[in-house]
């Protein structure tokens, strides 16, 4: 996929290959992945984007340094909770424990878009009631025995890593060159044994690649 591709076509690019009512999807706040996406099996918003883009939404309505503060870190503190309730629900499968929880979530969730709507933040409300759900998708998708993640900070990282080693190379990339490159490092990084198969399939018992890089001109 191209660094200027419309959502949407990239959407399409992916569901030629899965099929997304079988799949979560777990990314920051933006609308336009949002709506690429509405018809997968579900949304996962990263926890991490979440408290920051609360933060920027009570920041952009000029809300008190002090209560923007204190405010992120009831969101924080909560999301925090929701997802050890998950951990020790994958030791203990305690499922009516878990279903208390999420229902405990929810509630703070209005108490909090409540506090900021008294305040008339009204935006920060907005964004916490319309995307609560997307809060916690992992934690339903637990009680069904599938492992979502709550965030999606490694796999960005992973980006910005060969954003930066693409760029420090130099050269010109063509499409393809480049998405096989990225597709082989990040599966490397984030699941050893899909890697594991890679390899076997394309490189053989050698486990080696060979290569030769012939500059233009040269």
């Known amino acids: ?93 305690d499922t009516e424990r878990l279903e208390d929880r999420i229902g405990w979530f929810r509630e703070e969730l209005d108490r909090w878009a409540e506090r900021a709507e008294e305040r008339g933040f009204e935006s920060a409300a907005d964004y916490v009631r319309r995307n609560g759900e997307k809060f916690v998708t992992f934690a339903k998708a637990a009680l069904e025995g599938e492992y979502v993640p709550h965030t999606n900070n490694k796999e960005e990282r992973e980006m910005r890593e060969l954003a930066y080693r693409a760029k420090k190379i130099g050269g010109s990339w063509s499409k393809d060159g480049l998405r096989n490159v990225s597709l082989c490092q990040t599966i490397s990084r984030l699941d050893k044994s899909l890697f594991d198969k890679f390899k076997e399939v394309y490189l053989g018992e050698a486990g080696t690649l060979n290569y030769s890089v012939s500059p233009a001109g040269g």
């Open 1 to 93: 996929m191209g660094v200027d591709e419309d959502w949407t076509d990239i959407r399409e690019e992916i569901g030629e290959e899965v099929d997304l009512s079988e799949v979560y999807v777990v990314s920051d706040s933006d609308r336009e992945i949002l709506d690429a996406f509405r018809d997968a099996k579900g949304i996962q918003l990263c926890h991490f984007h979440v408290a920051k883009y609360a933060n920027y939404c009570l920041w952009e309505e000029n809300a008190p340094k002090n209560f923007r503060k204190k405010m992120v870190g009831i969101l924080k503190s909560r999301l925090a909770t929701l997802r050890n309730s998950v951990e020790k629900f994958w030791r203990d499968e």
